[in-house]
């Protein structure tokens, strides 16, 4: 690989990393949400600076070609955060269900209230 190859993932990871470091700063992105996204960036960091780790690490794994691997990363990182994204979409479904039901309760009972006030005021 060139040295535009290096300096271009260095520069991708440190991008990651710093709109990442940014959204949480600014409070427009959670730490439970963010997890993933750093770690993606620090692995890609590190693989950037120290390319030889990739080649070993894809040896050692059996892994054809070292650019394999970072797909199969990345594709497994992305998957964990729809997972984690799923499961999170799925209790604020719950809860929205659970204070619609509340909500349906509560003006049932105002009307109630409302009609026997009405009905004791004639």
């Known amino acids: 690989m060139s040295i535009t190859s290096y300096i271009f993932g260095i520069v991708a990871a440190l991008a990651t990393l710093f709109v990442v470091i940014e959204m949480l700063r600014r409070r427009r992105l959670r730490e439970r949400h963010a997890i993933w996204w750093l770690i993606a960036g620090i692995l890609a960091l590190i693989i950037g600076v120290f390319p030889t780790i990739l080649?070993?690490?894809?040896?050692?794994?059996?892994?054809?070609?070292?650019?394999?691997?970072?797909?199969?990363?990345?594709?497994?990182?992305?998957?964990?955060?729809?997972?984690?994204?799923?499961?999170?979409?799925?209790?604020?479904?719950?809860?929205?269900?659970?204070?619609?039901?509340?909500?349906?309760?509560?003006?049932?009972?105002?009307r109630e209230l409302e009609t026997a006030s009405s009905e004791d005021g004639r």
Do not use: Y
Request: glycine share 4%.
């Open 55 to 110: 080649a070993w690490l894809a040896e050692l794994l059996g892994v054809g070609a070292p650019t394999n691997l970072v797909f199969f990363v990345s594709i497994a990182i992305l998957f964990l955060v729809c997972i984690q994204h799923s499961s999170e979409l799925t209790d604020l479904e719950s809860k929205t269900r659970v204070l619609a039901e509340m909500s349906a309760l509560q003006d049932l009972r105002l």
